[in-house]
């Protein structure tokens, strides 16, 4: 049901501070998306901003209603976005992963980002807001974000915006599905087995000292599980440690 109703915005200042408006006044029904031809102040996660030439790019936010889901399996959620925006990718491109947390990257450059808000009340999710950002026709970037590329950049096609909208919103779709449903292992098995640098011996900084790790997989609270070269295992919670 993700994307059965499709709200076509022209200019918005993000798709997800007008969901969060909209909601204040209106009941909306779950899997309502929200989709801009123009962000002005188009928002990453922390203070970062998300950079979108106008009409090249899908930028959209959905509204859902995981009341199934305890706020406990919050990162559980964000594993099934991330798996629903990386199945449609694997679609035109290989060398899709997830970079922990919740950024889509081909080879080592970053094509989508996600921005998951929620709302909790009475120990439930009242209602979670996704952002999602994904780099389809733009060529050239001019943000100081590091690493961003696009489909075009990868493949040299142009694409048609409104069906590839029709057809990401089926794969996350069937991700939220398999959420709702209560089937995590799956969630869990596919995220572990398309997890950028997992196995792979590299630099990362905890605070202000450089070590080198290999990431083994994500612990049950969505920290991410780092093996350093003295054999200890280590869990990291977002922002306690920066990739290299
Ligand atoms: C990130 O990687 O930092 C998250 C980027 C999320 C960008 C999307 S674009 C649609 C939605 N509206 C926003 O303002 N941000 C998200």
Request: proline share 2%; net charge neutral.
């Amino acid at each position: 049901m993700i994307g059965s109703t499709i709200v076509r915005l022209d200019s918005v200042d993000s798709t997800n501070n007008y969901a969060a408006k909209e909601l204040l006044t209106k009941s909306l029904k779950e899997g309502t998306v929200f989709v801009a031809e123009c962000q002005q102040s188009g928002r990453g996660t922390g203070l970062s901003t998300w950079e979108s030439t106008d009409g090249l790019n899908l930028t959209f936010s959905i509204v859902l209603y995981p009341k199934q889901v305890a706020i406990s399996r919050q990162f559980s959620l964000s594993k099934a976005i991330s798996l629903g925006v990386a199945d449609f990718l694997a679609k035109y491109i290989g060398g899709v992963s997830i970079k922990w947390p919740n950024d889509i990257y081909v080879d080592n450059k970053k094509i989508a980002g996600i921005l998951i808000e929620t709302a909790i009340s009475g120990g439930k999710f009242t209602r979670v807001l996704v952002g999602i950002g994904l780099n389809i026709n733009q060529e050239i970037f001019i943000s100081d974000a590091p690493n961003p590329v696009s489909l075009k950049n990868l493949t040299g096609e142009t694409y048609e915006l409104s069906q590839m909208l029709t057809d990401l919103c089926a794969c996350l779709g069937n991700r939220y599905r398999s959420l709702i449903s209560g089937d995590y292992s799956i969630l869990e098995h596919d995220y572990g087995e398309i997890l950028y640098l997992k196995g792979i011996w590299t630099n990362y900084r905890e605070q202000n000292s450089v070590f080198e790790g290999k990431i083994l997989g994500i612990e049950g609270d969505g920290r991410l599980q780092i093996e350093t070269r003295k054999g200890e295992v280590r869990g990291f919670y977002f922002k306690e440690v920066a990739f290299l």
